[in-house]
């Protein structure tokens, strides 16, 4: 079955602008959960989404937001870009929202939207 | 908070020799998981392994096998047999407290390279 696909894979904005990134899960994965990877943070937990509802948010500047549309693909936005936000985005999704590991299974991940800030 | 450390940030291995990653991590929940992920340089993190705290028995998934000691709190993963496709990022990672199995917390990452 198809991964976790995300869109675009690359994209180069400027400071100040707003960048919106999509994420279509595993089909009948409705959770879906955004991921920051930067050299220096590593790997932090953004938020993440179940039925079109955010349930849970990292620790975050409000500049991030996302939503979740009945289909369950997903999008994040990033207002007011600054230079840190340069980052890989990676999408994961999962087949329920809740529960253990052995219950629900795994996140998938896609591989990433790479966002250069100029 | 949930922290994980990963204290190698690079390993060099012959290949089809087998290969330790290291992961020691620290929670005050009582019932928990550790992961492992995969990261290969398209980006996409690839499960490998689960390891639940009350399995009485080390996880094992084809190649990959858990050194879980819970005491010490430390879940090494263990390579047999590595392969040149096993050259990656290997993250170990715990659920953040009070989210779910689907929100976790990352280690910095090991980056391994095998060598033909």
């Known amino acids: 079955k198809a991964g976790v696909t995300q869109t675009p894979r690359y994209l180069i904005k400027t400071r100040g602008q707003q960048v919106t990134l999509s994420c279509s899960p595993i089909s009948g994965h409705r959770s879906v959960s955004w991921y920051q990877q930067t050299p220096g943070q590593g790997l932090q937990f953004l938020f993440e989404y179940f039925s079109e509802t955010q349930r849970n948010k990292g620790n975050f500047p409000g500049r991030f937001s996302g939503r979740q549309f009945s289909n369950s693909r997903s999008e994040m936005n990033v207002s007011t870009l600054e230079l840190g936000d340069s980052a890989l985005y990676l999408c994961a999704s999962r087949r329920t929202g809740s529960g253990s590991y052995r219950n629900t299974g795994e996140l998938f991940f896609g591989e990433g939207s790479r966002l250069t800030v100029l | 908070a949930q922290k994980i450390t990963q204290t190698q940030p690079g390993m060099f291995v012959q290949e089809k020799e087998a290969v330790t990653l290291d992961c020691t991590y620290d929670?005050?929940?009582?019932?928990?998981?550790l992961f492992w992920y995969k990261q290969p340089s398209s980006g996409e993190m690839i499960f490998l392994i689960y390891q639940g705290s009350y399995d009485e028995q080390n996880a094992t998934e084809g190649r990959y096998s858990l050194n879980f000691q819970k005491a010490r709190k430390s879940a090494n993963l263990v390579i047999s047999a590595s392969q040149l496709g096993d050259s990656a990022m290997y993250f170990c990672?715990?659920?953040?407290?009070?989210?779910?199995?689907?929100?976790?917390?990352f280690g910095t990452g090991t980056r391994l390279t095998i060598i033909p």
């Open positions: 990672a715990i659920p953040i407290s009070n989210f779910g199995n689907e929100k976790l917390t």
């Open positions: 929670t005050s929940d009582q019932s928990y998981g």
